[in-house]
């Protein structure tokens, strides 16, 4: 491999949407609002992305030190594990992201006051202790759970709240769909690795709950964010033009028929889909709130 194509593979681009799309949802919101700041929607761009770059490193060379990545791995090749990259580098691009990040996070308390710093830190903590650290709770069973918090919830607000230091209701109601959608990229992730995770003594919730409760969970997650997208707008506590993204629910047959008949690799097509799902809806409802 040529010296750039390890680091693009390590960085798993594929991977963004899931930090731009709360980010886009907070924008839309604040734009709909009137309190939309380009600055604001900048720098807390570049800090969801530069926290997403870091925490795919990280994850890179955590999983290599802790062998967590057979020579059967169905996902996409680790390169610390194939020594492609030496740990000590994989760990100082680590940080320099999260430096990156940083930079992002003060300019952000600058124009939104330090609840961004409890955020920030929390973010940090979240992504270190994933597969890192002395009990990575990615090995427990939390992933997803940390995953809706972080991704949905604590980004999508804090998207909005970076405009004018408020979070309005509908974020927070918001903040739920994406974040069922993002966990639901996790789920499918984590299904297609449940040998390979089980071999290697990763306790994932896939593991815990085995093929069919996974893939019924899978399920649940992608229909259910459509459903609470329909209920909240006719409901009239968001904005009702937003109802209009939940029948983007009917691209999403596809992906949950394939999780019921796929397994192994040939799960990586739904992984990908439902990563296009969980950014098109984010997009839909920007627009959607943006034009409120």
Do not use: C
Request: net charge positive.
């Amino acid at each position: 491999m040529s010296n750039w194509r390890p680091w693009l593979a390590a960085a798993r681009i594929h991977t963004l949407p899931a930090a731009v799309t709360p980010v886009l949802v907070g924008a839309g919101l604040a734009d709909g609002d009137d309190v939309f700041r380009w600055d604001a929607f900048a720098w807390a761009l570049l800090g969801a992305v530069a926290l997403q770059v870091a925490a795919n490193f990280a994850n890179d060379a955590s999983d290599a030190r802790r062998a967590a990545d057979s020579p059967g791995r169905l996902g996409p090749p680790r390169m610390v594990a194939l020594g492609e990259i030496a740990a000590p580098r994989m760990w100082a691009a680590t940080w320099t992201a999260v430096g990156v990040a940083a930079i992002a996070g003060i300019a952000l308390t600058v124009i939104a006051g330090p609840v961004i710093l409890i955020i920030g830190v929390s973010s940090l903590l979240a992504m270190l202790g994933y597969v890192g650290g002395p009990a990575p709770y990615g090995y427990r069973g939390l992933g997803e759970v940390f995953t809706f918090v972080f991704f949905g919830l604590v980004a999508t607000v804090g998207s909005r709240y970076v405009h004018d230091m408020t979070a309005p209701l509908d974020s927070w109601l918001l903040a739920i769909p994406v974040g069922m959608l993002v966990t639901s990229i996790l789920v499918v992730n984590n299904l297609r690795d449940i040998e390979t995770d089980s071999a290697a003594g990763k306790r994932t919730l896939a593991v815990i709950l085995g093929s069919r409760g996974t893939r019924l969970l899978y399920a649940s997650l992608v229909l259910g964010a459509f459903v609470l997208i329909a209920l909240f707008a006719l409901a009239g506590w968001t904005p009702l033009q937003t109802a209009l993204a939940a029948l983007i629910a009917t691209g999403a047959t596809g992906p949950i028929r394939a999780v019921y008949r796929e397994g192994g690799r040939a799960l990586n097509r739904v992984l990908a889909q439902t990563a296009r799902l969980h950014l098109v809806t984010g997009v839909a409802l920007a627009l959607a709130t943006a034009i409120s």
